[in-house]
Each structure stands twice: as C-alpha cells, then as structure tokens.
C-alpha cells in the first residue's frame, strides 16, 4: 500500500461506488460540525469532486467500454454490481455538472430563503438529495435503484419544504404522499420481476426473462414500473405534483431538482424499458408508444398552453419543465437511433437551460423578494446582465439555431420523419411556437415596461450568483455551436439502449 | 398449480393496498392520509415477504436445529423488506413532520380547509 502508484490505481478502480459514497459521507459532516461556511464549503467540494468522478467514468467507458463494480466484492448477480456504461456516465456527468455550478450558487449570507442557523442542515439534504440522484444512475440493481430513489426523494421533500412561506409545506407534503406512491409502485413491479426470475440485477433480469416475457406477472410488472416512474419524472397526467414543488421550493432548489430530479427519472424509464424489458416487447408486443406518444404531445401542449396562462415565473417554468419532459419522452416512443437521441441529447440540454433560466429567477428573487411576472417589468435596464441570460435560456428553450433546444429538436424532428410520423414532427414545431409565446410574454414585461413608480431600485446580483447562471447558459450555447460531443455521447448510449447490454 | 384459495395472502395484500391507496385519495385529514400511505406500504412488505415462502420450508439458517429440514425460505425477500421498512418510517417521520408544520402554519391539518385558506390568499394576488 505504501506504493503510490498502487494506491492510485485502487482508486480509479473505486471510482464508481466514490461517486456515491462522497456526497452521501459529506452530508453527515455538514450535520455534525453545524458549521455555515465550511459546511458550504465541504458541499462545493463534494460536488466538484463528484463531478471530477463522473467525468473521468465517462472517459473510460467511452475508451474502454462499460465498467462493472462488484460492491463489497459480490460478484453479480448475487450482489450489488454498480455497472456504468455510456447511458448512466452520461447521465452522471449531467446530474454532477449541475450540481457543481448550482451548489456554489449565492454566498451563504444572503441565505437564499433559508434560515441562517440551518444552512448546514440545507446543503447536509443538498448533498443527500445528490447522492440519490448519483445513485439510481450507478448502480446496476433493480431494487438499489428503489433505495437510491427513496433517498432523493426524502432529501427532496424536505428542501422543498425549506421554501418560504406555507404554501411551500404542502406542496413539500403533497408531492411526499405522491412521490411514495410511485416509489412504491416500482417497488411492487420489482418485486414481481424477482417473482419470476430470481433475480435483481438488471443485465441478468432482461436474461432471464427472455423465456417468460409471455406471461401476465410481467406484463403487471411493467405496467406499474411504468407509471411508477411516471410520477418521478411528471409524465403529463402524473405531473400534478410538479408545479407546485417548483414553485414554491426555495429558488435555487427549483434549479437544483428541475435540472437533475426528473432527468434521472427519465434515465430510469430508459434502463427499465430499453434493459431490462427491451424494444421487442415495449414496443412491439405491448405497443407502448400508443400511449406514450399521446401522453408526450399532450404533455408538451398542455404544459406549455398552461405556462402561457401563469403569473408567476417560477410556475411558469415549471409548466415548460413538463413540456419539455414531453419531448424526451416523445423521442423514447420513437424508439429509433434519432429519436433517442434526441430524446437523450435533451437530458443534457434541457438540464443546462432549465437550469440556468431557474438560476436567473433565483437572482431576481434575491433583488426584488417576487416571483411574479409583473413585478420583474423594467428589470432589463436595472439588472441587464442577468436579463440577458434570461433571453437566451429562453432562445434556448423555444429552439432557435445555435442553441442546445435547436439540436434536441432538429435529431427529434429527424426521428419522427425517419419513424414516418411527418405529424409529430409538425406537432414538435407547433409546440416551439407556444415556447415563443411564453416566452415572449416574459421579455415584453421585463424590456418593454418601466419598473413601476415608487418600486425600490435594485441592482445587478454579485459574481457569486452571475457566475454560475452564466456557466450554464453559456453551456446552452457553447453546446448548441459545438454540439458533436453531446449528440456524439448521446448517440452511442442510443445505440446502447437499441442494441440491449453494451 | 395452486388454485385461487391459496393465493390467499396475495388477496390479503391487495386488499390491504386497496384500503391503503383508498385512505390516501378519500380523506381530508393529513394525518389519516400519512397513515393510508403506511398501510400502503405495509402490504408491499407482506407481498415481499410471502414471495419468500417455500412450502414446507423452516427459517434459513444452517446449524443445529436444521437438521432434517430439506427447504428453506429465501430469505433475500425478506432482507429487502429490512430497507424497504426503514423507508417507509423515514417517509411517515418526515410526512408527521411536515403535517407539524402545516398545522403551525395553518391552524388546521383538514386538506379542504388548508385549500379554501391558500384560495382566499390567492383572491387577494400573492407572490
């Protein structure tokens, strides 16, 4: 052990169980030394170490190939196996990257709707929320997944019930009594898996169920995997408990969970659909994009005709999350190598802009106290860098060129015409034309409205709150221009996805 | 294979899970709602465990006093069960917790009033 070069070797090979088990040892820390700025301090370096770890996952597996780790030493299938290949380093890499830029987000004095004497417990469920997301990507075992889900989720719950005000408790407890239904619903759908195979883990489950795909346990057992998961990532009529959670959770909370909750649950859904069930039964037995094309198109003009209607900006970016979810979704149903990608290449894009557009809300709050929409007018002369990251979020969300919304929505619209299905790609820029609209209604407010008469004047926020607003709208374009590495990475974990175990 | 009447315990759980889900949607009060969600929970452990029945099987662990026993229960179900119900008492803490705060905040823990009070707000305009 004294051999430095052993040493280092040894933990490259730990690296995909580090990425779990820092953030979840960091949390405790927080909580024991109660301590505000180095409890800040240790988060931010968790999660750039986090993020450090899953860029590093994601080198090796797109040099040397998937990666397989046996926890404690328990070969797969019988213990734990944390298996990492193209798809979950991707998603990794998105879920740290976020939580890099957003945890250091704001200094800690100004608290950010969060009771000063708490701050440590606020990033301890910060930092667990993380190793839960972190987690139900990693691992490779059905029901570790259900436990990984169970800890973000809880850790969820109780940030978003550190928002201000009371509102922000019901909908804290309203999407707990949601949240476990769906997690117990998975739950019960793996536990008819095991039923009829025997086993846990996800490779050796699509394995074993080859010969019994016919029979009614696992035709149950998919269907409450499906809708299960349906309520974690606010598939259109699960969504209900979503707006509100966004709304009135703490801001940079909102940018935290709209960013990575739902993308990883939609990671989820593509393991359990693509892997575990495969496209032969998804979608040519039980015919799922019957229902999951309908779902989406519903999705993405539902929420985003009810963004149109809101007042409130943080509500009205929920709504647009929904939406959004619905082109992911939309790409799945597809089941082609472009519809999936755009589907995944949307994991990432969406991540960054929804992200930063939440960042930007979190720094308006933190000037004026409101999310209303009308309270922002004339905010374009008063805080105009952050207003301009705004504006391109929104360009972003909408879809036009050179940003990352434009390459979801160019691979989506080719995986439709590809699929034959010229409508949909009509329906997806039909649907961009409602983004225009929300939008729109925004911007008119904040640049063409003089702040009212007598409203304080506020002033540009400080370089912790601009910096990481303007890291990920800078990736919304920088990724948009230069789009080869996200659509390449998404591509080979489609074509993972399509073609079973890669 | 079996017939209906021995799939006793799966009626039995499905049955609890219908009363668990029914408690959940039905009531107003949050407190009976968090219990709904318990029995809820509960019967997905029963599903779990009586997965893990062999007939005719004994508790399995080897040594003295398994002697003679040919079959024994998996026992992987029921260690699943073990995490499962530590969620499920984290997820009831946290949702008393919350139910806590809702009743300082609010005065009452009866949904249909919580909803008539944040409509009432929403009348006036709120942030």
């Avoid at chain 1, 346990?217 to 707006?243: C, D, N, S, T």
């Avoid at chain 1, 949909?424 to 983004?435: D, P």
């Avoid at chain 1, 926020?461 to 890291?471: D, E, K, Q, S």
């Amino acid at each position: 052990m004294s051999d430095p070069v052993v040493v280092q070797a040894a933990l490259t090979d730990h690296l995909p169980v580090l990425q779990v088990i820092v953030p979840l040892l960091a949390a405790p820390v927080c909580v024991i030394f109660k301590e505000r700025r180095a409890s800040r301090a240790l988060a931010i370096a968790a999660s750039w170490l986090c993020l450090y770890i899953s860029v590093s996952l994601l080198g090796t597996v797109l040099d040397h190939g998937a990666i397989s780790y046996a926890l404690g030493g328990w070969a797969a299938p019988y213990g734990i196996e944390y298996r990492v290949d193209v798809v979950n380093a991707y998603v990794l890499v998105i879920v740290s990257a976020v939580a890099a830029v957003v945890m250091p987000f704001g200094r800690s004095e100004e608290g950010l709707d969060v009771d000063p004497s708490r701050v440590h417990l606020y990033y301890a469920a910060l930092l667990l929320c993380l190793c839960g997301l972190l987690g139900m990507a990693v691992t490779g075992d059905a029901f570790n997944i259900f436990v990984f889900l169970e800890i973000s989720s809880l850790a969820s719950y109780t940030l978003i019930a550190t928002g201000k005000g009371r509102r922000a408790l019901r909908a804290a407890y309203s999407y707990l009594v949601m949240g476990t239904i769906g997690g117990t619903f998975y739950l019960i759908g793996i536990g008819l898996l095991y039923q009829v195979t025997g086993t846990l883990n996800i490779g050796d489950l699509a394995v074993r169920l080859e010969p019994v795909m016919q029979s009614r346990e696992v035709v149950v057992a998919f269907a409450f995997l499906v809708v299960g998961l349906g309520i974690k990532l606010a598939l259109f009529p699960l969504h209900q408990w979503l707006p509100n959670a966004y709304t009135y959770a703490p801001a940079k909370v909102s940018a935290f969970l709209a960013a990575t909750a739902t993308k990883v649950g939609v990671y989820v859904l593509l393991r359990v659909l693509f892997g575990i069930f495969g496209v032969a039964f998804v979608f040519g037995q039980l015919e799922l994009h019957k229902l999951l094309v309908p779902l989406s198109l519903a999705a993405m003009f539902i929420g985003s005709i009810a963004a149109i209607a809101q007042t409130n900006i943080k509500r009205l970016l929920a709504y647009s999350s929904i939406a959004q979810i619905g082109y992911m979704t939309l790409g799945i149903a597809m089941a082609n190598v472009s519809g999936l990608t755009g589907g995944i290449v949307h994991l990432f894009n969406h991540a960054m802009m929804k992200g930063g557009l939440f960042l930007v809300v979190a720094c308006v709050v933190a000037r004026t106290g409101s999310a209303r929409i009308e309270d922002m007018a004339g905010l374009g002369k008063q805080m105009p860098v952050t207003m301009a990251a705004f504006v391109v979020g929104g360009l972003s969300l909408i879809g036009v060129p050179a940003t990352v919304g434009f390459v979801s929505k160019w691979y989506l619209v080719q995986g439709a015409l590809q699929r034959g299905w010229n409508w949909a790609a009509v329906l997806i820029l039909l649907s961009s034309l409602l983004a225009v609209v929300y939008v729109w209604r925004v911007l008119e407010v904040v640049y063409f409205r003089d702040r009212p008469a007598g409203a304080p004047d506020v002033t540009e926020v400080g370089a912790a709150m601009r910096i990481p607003t303007w890291i990920l709208i800078g990736a919304s374009v920088v990724f948009g221009l230069q789009a080869n590495l996200t659509v390449g990475v998404a591509e080979k974990a489609a074509l993972v996805l399509l073609g079973g175990a890669g | 294979m079996t017939g209906a009447a021995d799939l006793w315990i799966y009626w039995l759980s499905i049955a609890l899970m219908m009363v668990g889900l029914y408690t959940v949607i039905a009531r107003d009060n949050l407190v009976k709602k968090i219990m709904g969600l318990n029995l809820f929970q509960v019967s997905v452990i029963m599903f779990y465990v009586a997965l893990g029945k062999v007939d005719g099987g004994t508790a399995p662990i080897l040594g003295p006093g398994a002697e003679g026993f040919e079959y024994f229960s998996n026992p992987l179900p029921h260690v699943l069960m073990l995490t499962a119900i530590v969620v499920g008492v984290a997820t009831s803490a946290l949702g008393l917790a919350l139910t806590v705060r809702i009743k300082e905040a609010y005065g009452t823990v009866e949904e249909d009033e919580i909803v008539a009070m944040d409509a009432e707000l929403s009348a006036e305009g709120n942030s």
